[in-house]
């Protein structure tokens, strides 16, 4: 047990420290959501609209932008030392997207300190099922961002695919718009986008009224999306002939 509890640990340490020398990083992930909100909430005069959208936004940043050390690490040769070692590999995911998530979530946590400015009042014991629930988003987007990061070669591919794959998918998940108002094909891709669950849970815990869909089937696709990307992360890096270490 000690064998697969130390390695994860540690990743999940690592990640940590790694942050904590590059501190210009809270800027920049919460900054950008934080402006974003404030210009489309002002404008149209509800920020509480566009709260939980600009908080999974924000979550969402820090969870792919951490994911970017797996490419660094690759080219660095760290990633290599750690897939040869002797630890399990489901150790060295779990860490790393132990490590991510937790700093997702800490950011999602500075920015649920704006929700007074959206008007969004949080009872004391309201604030343990959204912390809970901004833990659970990212570890989820950690997952994805892991998925992603794991082939890619250099990080502006990796840009470029959050670019085109994630911020279309922010955009149709509920974050500008509700799904009662969406029309046609875009109804269609906002059912099946996970991440309009993700927005739809934390409408919920936040007390947003005429939230959808509803509370527990966000809550199970949400907590189903996450198992299913740690699965995935677990079956391509226990993959003997992988990119990563070719």
Request: hydrophobic share 55%; with cysteine; net charge positive.
């Amino acid at each position: 047990m000690n064998s697969w509890i130390l390695p994860a640990a540690t990743l999940w340490q690592r990640e940590l420290v790694r942050f904590w020398r590059q501190k210009s990083r809270v800027l920049g992930v919460v900054a950008s959501p934080l402006v974003f909100w404030l210009l489309i909430g002002s404008g149209s005069n509800d920020l509480a609209r566009y709260y939980s959208g600009a908080l999974v936004l924000t979550v969402m940043f820090s969870a792919i932008f951490s994911t970017i050390s797996i490419i660094e690490d690759r080219r660095e040769g760290f990633l290599l030392s750690m897939l040869v070692s002797p630890a399990p590999r489901t150790s060295l995911v779990l860490g790393k997207i132990l490590g991510s998530a937790t700093l997702a979530w800490l950011q999602g946590l500075i920015f649920l300190c704006f929700a007074p400015l959206a008007g969004v009042r949080i009872a004391p014991l309201d604030l343990i099922p959204v912390a809970l629930a901004i833990l659970l988003i990212s570890f989820t987007l950690t997952g994805l961002g892991f998925v992603i990061a794991w082939r890619m070669e250099s990080t502006a591919g990796f840009h470029g695919i959050m670019n085109l794959l994630l911020v279309p998918m922010w955009m149709v998940s509920g974050s500008l718009f509700p799904m009662a108002t969406a029309h046609g094909w875009v109804r269609v891709l906002m059912r099946v986008n996970p991440l309009t669950y993700s927005i739809s849970l934390m409408n919920h815990t936040l007390g947003m009224p005429n939230s959808q869909p509803g509370a527990l089937e966000s809550l199970l696709v949400t907590a189903a999306f996450g198992l299913v990307l740690l699965a995935a992360c677990g079956i391509m890096a226990a993959q003997k002939s992988t990119h990563s270490t070719a």
